[in-house]
Every structure is written in structure tokens, then in C-alpha cells.
């Protein structure tokens, strides 16, 4: 299953669905519109498992039922306000959790214990960094970027500039990407977005490949979640 914003391109879900099942999110009267879409806003990512916000809208919880999804529901609701909207924004690695650790939900942590703790101010933390091994990473914030490179893990530091997400004057990198078997998937085309040849260079060299979903400026969807078929029980 790949859990994305129901705002992407028509030509990024007909790439998806030939991957597999395609659940596009949609909320509203939960957190502020431009964000009401973002996986990386309810969901957190651990392994082959998703931490689940409570207030999720029921329909999303019967898809994942359906689809026998491994889940754990958080501890916290998201809400419309900061720090209520980034309690689920972390990210996880096979040896990482990074995350602003004061707003993080408890259940994150508990499913982390055997991974570091990376601490990092910038609490939306998804929405500008994804790993595409734990050797390599990419983000559009400067301290996740020092943060990461202190601990010895390659990182390429990009200029969010020209990212689009609505109601803002632009959005982060980490929200148009998603990870699945060696692939970086892009929503957007690289060559409309100014420190695309930086990202070309940096996913080659780490021996990944990257898909482009569709031929348009870079779209902040709040990340591309890839929901592994071992996940299923």
C-alpha cells in the first residue's frame, strides 16, 4: 500500500497504482488546509509498521484494516496548532529516530528503542529530511543537516526554494519524496527545481535510482509512504 495526499498529480497516482494500492488522504477541520493531506502529518513510519494518529478520519482505518496493515495508535491527537500538527513528523531509519524528541509521541518512541536518538529543533522533521539508506540522506533544514553530518551520515543539504505547497511560498523537500526498493520516488520533475543536478549527483552516487512522477515543479505532498508487503499479517 502507498499512503500519499489526494492533492497529487493525476499522473503521480496512475504511476503509483501500478505499484500497488493507492490510499490518498484527506482530512478536514483537523489541522490548517495546506496540510490536511500530509501522510507525514498523521502517520510515522517505524520499519514496516505505521504509529497512527487517534483522530485519523475512521474510513482511513477501515483501508488499512482491509489491507492488513501492521499499525499502533498514537498517543496524541494532531491539531490545528503547533506542537499538535508535528507530534507524528519523525523520521525513522533502520538505526535512527530523528525528531524535535520534545513533541514526539510517546508511542514513536517506544517502537525506537533499539534505534539513536537523533535530537533536532526542527520538529517537522519529515517534511525536510528523507533517508535513502542509513548511510545517506537529503533535507532542506540546515540544523537537521549539521545534525546528521555530526554523526558521520552523508548528507546533501538542498535550497527549498520552488517547491510548491500551496497557501505558502514553498515547501520542503523531504515532502516530495518516498523511498521504496533502491528508488527515489519524486513528485515532480528535477529538472524544474534549481539544486536538481545536486540531487541527481547524490542518489547516483549512493547507488539509488529516481523516479520522477510527473512533469511539473516539485510538490510538497507530505512525504510518500510505501507500506512493504511483509507488513501485512
Known sequence: MIIVDKKISTEAKSYLRILGTLM????????????????DIFFAQVGDALIVAPNLPREYFMILDKEKTKYTLGAGLVGKQYPDTA???AVSSKTYLV???KITDPKITQSCTDKKILDVKQAYTR???????????????AGIHRGLVEHGINTLMVNPKGIVLPGFSHGFFGGCCGVFQNNLFVLGNLDRFADG?????????????????????????????????KSAV
Open 24 to 39: 490518498g488522504l484527506e482530512t478536514s477541520g483537523i489541522v490548517y488546509p495546506a496540510i490536511s493531506g500530509h501522510p
Open 87 to 89: 507530534k507524528y513528523n
Open 127 to 141: 517534511c525536510n529530511l528523507i533517508f535513502l539508506d542509513d548511510n545517506h540522506a537529503l533535507t532542506s533544514d
Open 197 to 229: 543536478d545536486k540531487v541527481r549527483d547524490f542518489v547516483q552516487a549512493a547507488h539509488f535510482e529516481i523516479v520522477e512522477l510527473c512533469d511539473t515543479p516539485l510538490f510538497d505532498g507530505g512525504g510518500i509512504l510505501f507500506i512493504h508487503p
Open 99 to 101: 525528531h524535535n524528541t
